[in-house]
């Protein structure tokens, strides 16, 4: 066991032509708050996807929440990605026909929690987030803003140990952006959660504890901005 | 610096002395250099020779003399004039970081190891001002003052950046 968040031991991705990640390692502890930055293409959001488990390397060990995701069953891996590992993308990619609580239900009724709990739950992490009112509402009928605000609920509700957000801001303009951020932060630290966080702007960097810098799918530089 | 308008700014709701003038400048600007008082006496001593301020008071109240100044109408349309006007936008300053780097790379070094200490240094910065706005959310004037110096500062990162991938391609070439 280890008492770190995630642990990734000289990863390495290669897409059919493109080699995107040449052996990277990383270490976030709970609670922190990592940056992942680099010129387009140096394999940010493949990181990413490997450490949340949505993508498996072809060399290197990915540890979630102390758990070697390569000794796993496909079904077990799956529940841990769902249970320890929240996600939220640049478009909040929330499913279209269903409204925002029961979006947010979801990964806990994929766990066998019974409807009620659920989306008592999904309530609870939708007001908290600030779209209570904009429950029964479908994706469709929101702002960008409004989605994203329930994605970061839906990344949270299962109270995972990190959660995974690659490019929050892309969708939004600067003060919305802003707004964002400042919640997915007092989000990830009021659930204990880290978080790992792919971006090009380096106001949203800024936020981070520590920033990771990768080009031609290593890792640059590595600082400490807390 | 138009520390002289800015005065005149500050003066604009009602007179002031010298000692609230310099404290309404500092809180007006919190991430900036505070005003100098002898800087804050001498505008106003210019100001009222200029006939955009006045005295209105020289009440002492037990103290020592504190002299109020108030504007004048030609003041307030100084003032009005100044805050129409767009600037120019600054051309040719060439930063100290600009000349490090430049420096560096004259000079045969590796200039990669500097570039990510300022990069760090920048992001830095801009926690430190988030940090700082976090605490007076409605005070939107401040955080208007503090965006500005965040998005400069983003300038200079993405200066940075592209400094740090054009030097990293070079030594690769070079390999």
């Known amino acids: 066991m280890t008492d770190l968040a995630l642990e990734l031991l000289r990863v390495e991705y290669a897409y059919r032509r493109d080699v995107a990640l040449r052996g990277v390692s990383l270490k976030v502890r709970p609670g922190e708050v990592v940056a992942i930055t680099g010129p387009s293409g140096c394999g940010k959001s493949t990181l990413l996807h490997c450490a949340a488990g949505i993508l498996r390397p072809q060399a290197g060990t990915v540890q979630l929440a102390g758990q070697n995701l390569a000794d796993l069953s496909e079904a077990v891996r799956t529940r841990l990605r769902r249970t320890q590992a929240g996600v939220v993308l640049q478009f909040g990619q929330l499913v279209p026909d269903l409204t925002l609580i029961d979006n947010v239900a979801l990964p806990l009724l994929l766990e066998g929690h019974d409807r009620a709990g659920a989306r008592r739950a999904a309530m609870e992490w939708l007001d908290r987030v600030g779209v209570g009112e904009d429950a029964t509402a479908v994706p469709g009928e929101l702002s960008g803003g409004q989605n994203q605000r329930a994605a970061v609920a839906r990344a949270l509700v299962t109270g995972p140990a990190i959660v995974f957000a690659d490019e929050p801001t892309g969708s939004l303009d600067s003060l919305a952006g802003e707004q964002m951020m400042e919640l997915l932060l007092a989000s990830v630290h009021n659930g204990g959660a880290a978080l790992v966080l792919v971006t090009h702007d380096n106001l949203v960097a800024a936020y981070a504890d520590r920033e990771v810098r990768l080009r031609d799918g290593a890792v640059q530089h590595e600082v400490a901005l807390s | ?175």
């Not at chain 2, 940090?131 to 007076?136: E, K, L, P, R, V």
Request: proline fraction near 4%; glycine fraction near 8%; charged fraction near 30%.
């Open chain 2, 1 to 175: 610096m138009a520390t002289a308008e800015l005065v005149l700014g500050l003066l604009h709701n009602g007179p002031a002395h010298g000692y609230d003038v310099k404290r309404g400048h500092d809180a007006w600007f919190p991430d900036s250099r505070p005003l100098a008082f002898g800087q804050v006496y001498t505008t106003l001593s210019r100001l009222e020779r200029d006939n955009l301020v006045e005295v209105v008071d020289r009440g002492s109240e037990g103290g020592p003399e504190r002299t109020v100044y108030g504007l004048t109408e030609q003041g307030r349309a100084h003032l009005a004039d100044w805050l129409a006007e767009p600037i120019q936008p600054a051309l040719g300053a060439v930063d100290e970081m600009v000349r490090k780097v430049v420096a560096t790379i004259h000079t045969g070094e590796d200039a990669t190891a500097f570039l990510a200490r300022q990069r760090a240094s920048h992001l830095r910065r801009i926690r430190e001002l988030r940090a700082a706005s976090t605490d007076s959310d409605d005070d939107t004037p401040a955080r208007l003052a503090r965006d500005f110096v965040a998005v400069h500062l983003d300038a200079d990162l993405r200066w940075l950046d592209g400094a740090l991938d054009r030097i990293t391609e070079l030594k690769e070439t070079r390999r």
